[in-house]
């Protein structure tokens, strides 16, 4: 074995330092051919007959790709047509340095056995080392390395008689200089771009290519339309003198030209910068880290109000734009302007797959086609690819690659197709996708932390714990509930008092901290309730059997055990772990039908009654303390059995029941949450939401005032007071919207560290403090609850990260972040099963009211199906008609009618498919009648099934 | 950026070495004439001075005079050159007072000390050039001091440093391995016995791991000691050429 030294010198930060290391030479590194007879390999990794079909090279070969062909180009690599590769450690090294994400990807690829990529250490070969030369730069070294390894590649294979196979190496390289070098030494040599097309039978590869930097010139004109973006150091200046800021876009939903910055500030909480019109968001995109400058004090704009949404043909030039954002430029109030700024520079693009649709170009040769993505605050994106025929119709993703200052899109390449558009597996993957939330199968590692079957209560788990099995406990949950966190039970004491139990399951028991298990819980964080289907915190033994306190079995649970007067005044409280045996699992109806029989007096119906009796004082005194009650419309699809589809909506109703629970509830986390803040005042896990600043109830006192009704928003008691007198005759419906709208004004609420806050008020619940403790099978918050009470019980042992505030604080925002993408994904879900229902409905007629007015829409919510929908005023297609918005009202005056907030309209609801990418529910006013506005109300009406609800 | 990766996945470590192969060993004996032994040793790119004096009576405190064996006194220090920052080494300090005491208790369990009561064996290690494994190539040079010095062993003491990576012993550790966050032990060896004269580890490390990287630890020591024993016949064969002639 040759051994043998080279010296490197490095310098590291601070000083310049020589650091001296050895590096050994080999001579049993392998080529790790097949074909190879002169190597002592053990197994071989390239095949023999390594053929990718080619116009190029007719002959088997193995590909060599440069770090460059890796980096910008891994999707083509992860391709399973490409085989037979071989990586140089030199590039692997360098791809390492560059980009940590495209490295693993890379690892994956080598580690596939079918892909057939051998990394060949050329470093330490002794025929393929070489030395830095003097004033060679690093990269030239490594191209040079990357070209000698090549070399070496192709005279070992033609020296061991793979000859007879025409076995050759191809070398793959976008830089011009070094593939001339290559050539020069007779290396075979091609840009990856051209091999890649020369690929018979794969013509979809080709999609798959990223742009280099000299292709996109040839796209677009040479106009350039945005401004340059400035270096990264002068950003830096800017931001440290203050005359940039910095923050991340938000795009808006409505309006494809407007977004706004947040920029964090040390002295306030931070402020919100307008950016208005293409030119000014300057080619960043939603999520981007931004620079942003602030335009003088006269060019400040206000928010416009008009739903814009980029819907023209591919506009390579930029004189329509300009007559698209003369649509923004209206003279606003000076009160209404806010900050206006323009982006400058961007410092850190947050760019990651999207999902979308194929929009295809007109021309039908074209290569060039636009994307839209499903979420409409990215903008369209031009790919290029030749297999647009069988993309039509289909959801695929695609990724940006780069945003030229001349062009009027970013230009991205298509990653992979999820199935046909509409259907429901697509989309349900579309909008989880889309949302963030971790739906793949739990991992082998995180299943190997489940408990093994047949569990059952050990002698072990019982020290600690109360054994409440005799007690008479029952749950109450929707119909289908499979995953029963909680149950209740109410007795009588001997004393007079009742007792009042609160059982939790007792998750943390089954999950215990830094496992496998508990991290991808963390990482969930809730489990996201779906239109049929649901995406599971924890693997489903445990959340629908061992944890799901089902009835008439022993499990394991957290109690919270009251004692009460017959005022609902709590007396006692105390903690324990337990094990209950459930009597009965009701539903909400049946637990109601229970009660309401007056015949019925079995054990678990006297309890239920109990708790009935004091649920409603504790409501009562929650009201009378402030507490709000809002309302939203949810709906519920009945489903076919079969086929899953949608066969009917119905807006969820509440019963008596319900709020029975949610009291207790209620009570248990809130007795929770000052337990393990007593204990805890650094490093409880709460929950709160803070009160809204005053502007934003501004759209409901304005909303009211059109009615003549008067709204107190000084705090929660006074706006729950207002709230409830406000009433108008003739007019039931009122109060519901006047909650929708004031639910709407509402902020977040937010899990929250007790060390890093000081404001712990639940402004929604009116109590002081709060937190989740009840539903550890769905929520991790509840998780870390149960486990800092169990401490606080002296139940189970404590760990160094649960009373670390900081790590709390990051797993707080991580919670909140899928709290409130599951809810923007179950909006969604909900949206497209509307969508499906409509679509085997026809066309509808019904009643609806105006629940927002926009410069140029109204929107119209329809209760019966708890939809809200826009109705256009101004459509490109036909001659606008005349429309006058007034802000003070705000009114919409279209023709010779004025809408109002609240006013009674009539609308056709019907499914938009005409555009297949994009289906949407289209409404269209039918009453009442405007000329050339409304349209005649369909023959047909199909009969609605079910009397309309009353509320 | 990230950090260092210790062992590819092809099994080839920083430097280029396989997980089990130990840096290049060289070592010449018998370099100052003044002193009764003397070796030099280079492992790598460490690379430490040995010399021993003695046995002669007990210097200094006669106090500590053991009547039934001889006293080793080991001293181990390192040149201000030896590392890439150039910085003055005290005497005495913390570090190489606990090096020293190590090496003492290395060669107290190898010497066969029995045969000199009431004297004094003193053993002086300087190291050059620092390059990781500091207390092997030092344990490694003494052996071939002492044997140089004439003084009887039990068997050649054979040192070696292994860490413990993605589940795989590596052995023989370099600077940047040892600085790289691995949990590295040593271990001094009389080989042919396999008896351990010294083991010595203070990093975290699973229960489960610690038989194997023992294991890997003896094979090393006694690649290092077949290294020895060949400079040793091979110093004697010089030796006896000179001497014959």
Request: charged share 25%; glycine share 6%; hydrophobic share 40%.
């Amino acid at each position: 074995m040759l051994k043998s030294k080279t010296f490197v010198k490095k310098t590291r930060s601070g000083g310049v330092m020589k650091i001296v290391r050895e590096h050994y030479l080999r001579d049993d590194i392998w080529c790790g051919s097949e074909a190879c007879t002169e190597c002592k390999h053990e197994s071989t990794v390239l095949q023999k007959d390594a053929c990718i079909e080619s116009n190029l090279c007719s002959y088997p070969h193995y590909l060599v790709p440069d770090t460059n062909v890796v980096l910008h180009q891994i999707d083509i690599l992860e391709d399973p047509v490409i085989r037979n590769v071989i990586i140089l450690q030199t590039v692997l090294q360098e791809v390492r340095h560059r980009s940590a994400p495209i490295y693993k990807r890379l690892k994956d690829i080598i580690h596939e056995k079918e892909k057939h990529v051998y990394t060949f250490t050329n470093e330490h070969h002794k025929e393929t080392f070489i030395e830095r030369e003097p004033g060679e730069s690093a990269n030239d070294r490594n191209d040079r390395a990357i070209r000698v390894a090549a070399k070496w590649y192709s005279q070992h294979l033609k020296a061991s008689e793979a000859e007879a196979d025409g076995l050759k190496v191809v070398l793959l390289t976008n830089d011009q200089g070094n593939k001339q070098k290559a050539e020069e030494s007779g290396l075979l040599v091609y840009k990856c771009e051209e091999y890649i097309k020369s690929l018979i039978a794969n013509p979809e590869l080709v999609d798959r290519l990223a742009l280099s930097n000299d292709e996109k010139n040839e796209i677009t004109s040479s106009k350039v339309l945005f401004p340059e973006h400035l270096p990264l150091s002068r950003i830096q200046a800017g931001i440290k003198s203050g005359t940039f800021l910095q923050g991340t876009l938000r795009a808006s939903r409505d309006n494809y030209l407007e977004a706004t910055v947040f920029v964090q500030r040390e002295q306030d909480d931070g402020t919100e910068v307008l950016i208005q019109g293409l030119q000014n968001l300057n080619r960043a995109v939603h999520q981007d880290v931004v620079a942003v400058q602030l335009l003088p004090r006269n060019q400040w704009v206000a928010p416009s109000s008009v739903v814009l949404q980029d819907e023209g043909p591919a506009k390579d030039d930029g004189v329509e734009d300009e007559d698209e954002e003369n649509v923004l430029k209206t003279s606003a109030a000076e009160s209404a302007r806010k900050l206006t700024g323009k982006v400058v520079g961007i410092i850190k693009r947050n760019w990651r797959p999207f999902c979308g649709m194929l929009n295809v170009s007109h021309i039908k040769e074209s290569t060039r086609h636009l994307f839209t993505p499903a979420d409409r605050r990215i903008p369209r994106i031009r790919i290029e690819t030749r297999q647009a025929s069988s993309l039509v119709g289909q959801r695929i993703m695609v990724a940006i690659d780069g945003w030229p200052k001349d062009s009027r899109y970013p230009n991205g390449h298509f990653v992979r197709s999820l199935g046909g558009a509409g259907e429901k597996d697509t989309e349900q993957e579309v909008l989880l996708l889309e949302h963030d939330v971790p739906h793949q199968a739990f991992s082998q590692a995180v299943l190997s932390f489940l408990p093994k079957m047949p569990w059952s209560i050990t002698p072990e788990d019982m020290v600690k714990r109360e054994d409440l099995r005799s007690l008479t406990v029952c749950s109450v949950d929707p119909p289908g509930c499979t995953d029963i966190d909680d149950a209740l039970h109410c007795r009588e004491l001997e004393n007079g008092n009742l007792e009042v139990g609160v059982h939790i399951a007792d998750v943390s028991h089954f999950i215990r901290s830094g496992n496998a298990l508990d991290k991808e819980a963390a990482n969930r964080g809730t489990t996201v309730y779906l239109c049929g289907k649901r995406i599971d915190m924890v693997p489903e033994l445990l959340s629908s059997n061992l944890c799901s306190l089902r009835s008439n079995v022993d499990r394991l649970a957290f109690s919270c055990i009251w004692e009460m007067n017959h005022k609902a005044e709590i007396l006692k409280t105390r903690f324990t772990k337990s094990v209950i045996n459930s009597k009965a699992s009701l539903t909400y109806a049946e637990a109601q039908m229970r009660i309401d029989d007056t015949n019925n007096n079995d054990d678990i119906t006297v309890s239920l009654r109990g708790l009935n009796k004091l649920a409603k004082i504790l409501k009562r005194q929650r009201i009378a303390k402030g507490a709000l009650t809002l309302s939203s419309l949810e709906v519920r699809f009945h489903m076919d059995s079969e086929t899953h589809d949608p066969i009917d909506l119905q807006t969820k109703e509440l019963m008596e029941t319900n709020s029975m629970v949610e009291e207790f509830m209620l009570l248990a986390n809130i007795s929770v949450a000052q337990k393990i803040h007593d204990e805890f005042p650094e490093c409880a896990l709460l929950r709160k939401h803070p009160a809204p600043p005053p502007s934003n109830y501004d759209i409901l006192l304005k909303a009211a005032k059109s009615k003549d009704v008067e709204i107190h928003t000084d705090s929660a008691k006074a706006l729950a007071d207002s709230l409830d007198v406000a009433k108008v005759d003739g007019f039931p419906y009122f109060n519901t919207l006047l909650r929708i709208l004031a639910t709407r004004c509402m902020m977040q609420a937010v899990y929250f560290c007790s060390g890093m806050d000081s404001d712990f008020h639940h402004y929604g619940l009116a109590s002081p403090i709060y937190t989740h403790f009840t539903s550890p099978i769905r929520r991790y918050a509840d998780i870390i609850v149960h486990r800092l009470l169990a401490v606080a019980i002296g139940a189970d042992s404590t760990y160094a990260d649960l009373t670390d505030k900081h790590k709390q604080s990051a797993l707080c925002n991580n919670l909140n972040y899928r709290h409130k993408m599951s809810q923007y994904a179950q909006r969604a879900s909900v949206a497209f099963h509307t969508q499906l229902f409509f679509k085997s409905r026809g066309v509808l007629n019904e009643e609806g009211f105006v629940l927002f007015v926009r410069k140029n829409a109204i929107i119209v919510l329809i209760p019966k199906f708890g939809l809200e929908g826009t109705v256009f005023f101004d459509s490109k297609d036909k001659a606008a008609p005349n429309i006058a918005f007034d802000e003070e009202g705000p009114t919409l005056k279209v023709e010779h009618h004025t809408f109002h907030i609240f006013d009674k309209v009539k609308v056709t609801i019907s499914l938009d498919d005409s555009n297949i990418q994009h289906q949407k529910i289209r409404m269209a006013l039918t009453e009442p009648v405007i000329a050339g506005v409304s349209v005649a109300i369909p023959d047909a009406e199909p009969q609605a099934k079910k009397p309309k609800l009353d509320r | 950026m990230a950090g260092l990766e210790l062992l590819s996945d092809q099994g080839y470590r920083l430097d280029g070495r396989k997980a089990t192969e130990l840096r290049k060993v060289q070592a010449r004996m018998g370099v100052f004439a003044q002193a009764d032994g003397s070796a030099y040793l280079e492992q790598g790119n460490t690379k430490a001075l040995a010399v021993v004096y003695g046995p002669h009576e007990m210097r200094g405190s006669r106090s500590r005079t053991l009547h039934d064996r001889a006293v080793i006194n080991c001293q181990y220090s390192m040149a201000t050159f030896s590392t890439a920052e150039r910085k003055r080494r005290p005497h005495g300090d913390r570090k190489s007072t606990e090096m020293s005491l190590h090496l003492k208790q290395t060669f107290e369990a190898a010497v066969m000390t029995q045969l000199y009561p009431r004297s004094q064996i003193d053993i002086y290690v300087k190291i050059l050039q620092s390059d990781g494994g500091n207390y092997s190539v030092c344990v490694n040079a003494a052996t071939l001091a002492v044997i140089d010095a004439g003084i009887p062993m039990r068997d050649y003491v054979c040192a070696c440093t292994v860490g413990f990576v993605d589940e795989t012993p590596l052995a023989d550790l370099c600077f940047a391995e040892e600085s790289g966050g691995v949990s590295s032990l040593a271990l001094a060896l009389l080989p042919r016995g396999g008896q351990i004269a010294l083991l010595q580890m203070d990093a975290r490390l699973h229960q489960d791991h610690l038989e194997t990287l023992i294991e890997a630890a003896m094979t090393a020591c006694k690649g290092v000691s077949k290294v020895l024993d060949e400079v040793v016949r091979q110093h004697l064969q010089e030796r006896s050429v000179l001497s014959g002639e």
